[in-house]
């Protein structure tokens, strides 16, 4: 199994030291070696640290130390961030395909087999007579245990920084607090046991209490000294963690900038002589910008605000008016709530009562939405010449089944006022259960800007946007 | 700025057209903002910081002050400083709020330091004069946006209207309507068609709604301007 050395993708910077997840053995420290010095057989280092062994243990000192000491993870994917952020975003690294299924030595089972293995072997060569002295074995192993304890969440804080990225923070929990204490007093105990031993047992109860006070003293004046110290660099971690975090931020909308804004303003340079396709790709990015700047992007899925805005932006991207003109829609919404399927026949009228004052009107057109705990209120208006309501044809399927009908289906109510001198309006309302509450903190305002919600993500703006589901909930893409 | 203060009246009620000191940092937007006005006002002065805005306010007393939101200069306040500042003026000059954010933070900061209105940037030349003369004229200027945010803030349910015309926190059933309807997109003419009131009624409603707006205690709102800092 040698899969640890991918020439392909290999940057022509030495990755630093890292114990990759797969390609490992044991604790991936081989595997970590061979990647850094760029030696492409990992048999070859494992070779050389097995012959270290007999050598006075210096093969495994050293790759216990590596273990200890060597961060888990990608040593290509730790490569990367040495690039500036927005080299990443414009550049994007390969991925690394499908994940592999990592294959891992169950490392806690070994070390207990083995203890037991031990264990019941000295239990034997006792049995068959052989007294050796192993009155130091206990407190020894007592002490690796302690020591294995407290190292162990060191690991385990790698890993999750790892999974999690290096902005994820990990969780505060007590586990880590009772494997330090554990391992403190277990070690504390093999110390205690070890040196008993050592003196020939004869230490006073007396003597052994004063010399533990003595140790401690001296400790915690360490402590104190070096206190200061130590809360220096803990803040000047979480500066340069949030430093760290601007940068980053920085970095995205730098990113940002360049995918959409620039890429947009030399569509529109080349485009100057449509002035219709101007105008659209100018509200497009305009309604992108704002979202980046001023909203709360919601959680797809939570916000009808958001759906509704959504479905805006697509009839505006998608639709011109009479003369050809893209047209602006001026979408006004108050109060939110969670989505269900009354909201979304609703969403659906909506979209074909905008389309139609679009298409058919004649701008400014205006959308006006109201929620509140027992119905949802929907006013499209345009200033058109306005049209007959009454002398709709029976077979005109556009008013009548898929504005009207969507509504009257889900018991509500749609209405159509249209006059030459005020244009048309289309009143659609549609209850709801006053269970579910608008899902926003009141400290938030819900409409803070215009109509900017598009869920789309930053990228080019030259792609259709795709048409809103045709039934049930419109679908939303995750960020 | 003391010297000016006894001529600042007569600048005001120059003959032609309201006096109007524009206020934004952006060059270009000042400038399109001055083509597009036409003759009913007079454009008399441009500031491009708060510190310049205040000196050029309170040194030439325009009827009307349009007022950028975002600002350099003074602490960092941007239009709302400045009409903090200028608040000794706010009797004699307006101040309509111009700003290309749609924040809600951003309106109900300068509605609340004592703007008589608020327009986004995007608005066209006459509508821009229109807002205008009617803020000199002592009235309102909502537009769909402002009065979303109102029915937001003062609650849409059964339970918000007000009983009595001294009620701060809650509008009343015509303010409501009123407000709807202007959000709905409806100009005040099409406002008092809709309700069969005057246009003058519908003024009134739009400016006892602008004064709740900017002393109402209502919990949302003091809430939500406390956790920005406005208050």
């Known amino acids: 199994m040698r899969p640890t050395v991918r020439p392909s993708v290999r940057p022509p910077v030495r990755p630093p030291l890292r114990r990759p997840e797969h390609g490992r053995r044991l604790a991936g420290v081989a595997a970590g070696l061979a990647v850094h010095l760029g030696v492409a057989r990992v048999g070859l280092v494992r070779l ?23 961060p888990a993870g990608d040593p290509w994917a730790a490569s990367a961030p040495v690039r500036p952020g927005v080299l990443v975003r414009l550049a994007r690294r390969p991925a690394a395909g499908v994940p592999v299924a990592v294959r891992r030595w169950p490392v806690g089972d070994l070390v207990v087999g083995v203890l037991l293995v031990v264990g019941a072997g000295l239990l034997l060569a006792r049995r068959a007579g052989v007294s050796a002295d192993v009155s130091w074995l206990l407190p020894t192993i007592v002490l690796l245990v302690g020591v294995v304890l407290a190292w162990s969440q060191l690991d385990e804080l790698q890993r999750g920084r790892a999974a999690g990225g290096d902005a994820a923070p990990t969780p505060r929990r007590l586990s880590p607090v009772l494997r330090l204490v554990g391992g403190l007093v277990l070690a504390g105990v093999g110390v205690l046991l070890l040196v008993g031993d050592a003196t020939g047992g004869g230490v006073e109860p007396g003597t052994l209490v004063q010399s533990v006070v003595a140790a401690v003293a001296v400790l915690a004046g360490v402590g104190l000294v070096a206190a200061p110290w130590w809360l220096r660099l803990v803040r000047e971690l979480g500066d340069e963690r949030a430093a760290r975090a ?147 044809p029976a077979d005109r399927f556009g008013v009548r089944e898929s504005i009207v009908g969507r509504v009257r289906r889900r018991g509500g109510t749609a209405t159509v006022t249209s006059s030459p001198d005020r244009g ?56 | 700025m003391t010297e000016t203060r006894a001529t600042a009246a007569p600048l005001a009620q120059d003959g032609d057209g309201v006096s109007v000191v524009l206020v934004d940092d952006h060059h270009m937007f000042r400038a399109g903002v001055r083509a597009s006005l036409d003759d009913r006002v007079r454009v008399v002065g441009e500031a491009a910081s708060v510190d310049e805005a205040v000196a050029v306010v309170s040194a030439l007393r325009p009827a009307v002050v349009l007022l950028d939101v975002h600002l350099p200069g003074g602490d960092g306040g941007g239009g709302a400083e400045v009409l903090r500042r200028c608040a000794p003026l706010l009797g004699t000059t307006r101040f309509l709020a111009l700003s290309v954010s749609d924040a809600a933070e951003d309106v109900v900061a300068v509605i609340r330091a ?22 000199a004229g002592d009235d309102a200027v909502f537009s769909p946006r402002l009065a979303g945010f109102v029915l937001d803030a003062f609650g849409t349910a059964a339970g918000d209207v007000a009983t009595g015309d001294d009620e701060l926190d809650r509008l009343s059933a015509r303010e409501r309507e009123v407000m709807r309807l202007i959000a709905r997109g409806y100009a005040y003419k099409e406002v008092a068609a809709e309700l069969f009131i005057s246009v003058k009624t519908v003024e009134t409603h739009v400016s006892a709604v602008l004064r709740k707006l900017q002393l109402s205690s209502r919990h949302e709102l003091t809430r939500w301007a406390a956790a920005r800092r406005l208050l």
Not at chain 1, 48 to 70: E, N, R, T
Not at chain 1, 349 to 357: F, I, T, Y
Not at chain 1, 466 to 476: H, K, M, N
């Open chain 1, 246 to 392: 601007r940068e980053s931020e920085r970095a995205d909308i730098a990113a940002h900038l360049h995918d959409s804004v620039l890429q947009t303003l030399a569509l529109i340079r080349a485009r100057a002589d449509d002035p219709t396709e101007v105008a659209r790709m100018a509200r497009a990015q305009e309604r992108e910008l704002r979202e980046w700047l001023y909203d709360d992007r919601s959680v797809p899925g939570t916000s009808l605000a958001a759906e509704l805005r959504a479905v805006v932006a697509e009839v505006e991207d998608t639709r011109t008016g009479p003369e050809g003109q893209a047209v602006v829609v001026d979408a006004v919404v108050v109060g939110d709530r969670v989505p269900d399927a009354q909201t979304a026949a609703l969403l659906q009228a909506s979209r074909e009562a905008l389309v139609n004052a679009v298409v058919h009107g004649r701008p400014p057109v205006s959308l006006y939405m109201e929620v509140s705990p027992r119905s949802v209120e929907v006013f499209v208006r345009d200033r058109g010449d306005g049209f007959d309501v009454a002398g709709i």
């Open chain 2, 114 to 135: 004592g703007a008589r209105g608020y327009v986004t940037k995007a608005i066209d030349g006459p509508a821009l004069v229109d807002a205008v003369v009617r803020v």
């Open chain 1, 48 to 70: 050389v640290l097995v012959l270290l062994v007999p050598f006075g243990g210096v093969g495994l000192a050293l790759y216990l130390f590596w273990w200890l000491s060597v």
């Open chain 1, 424 to 479: 048309t309006e289309v009143h659609l309302c549609v209850p709801v259960d006053g269970a579910v509450p608008a899902d926003v903190p009141p400290a938030a305002p819900p409409d803070t800007s215009h109509d900017t919600s598009h869920d789309v993500p930053p990228g080019p703006r030259a792609e259709p946007v795709r048409p809103v589901a045709p039934a049930g909930a419109p679908e939303q893409e995750v960020r």
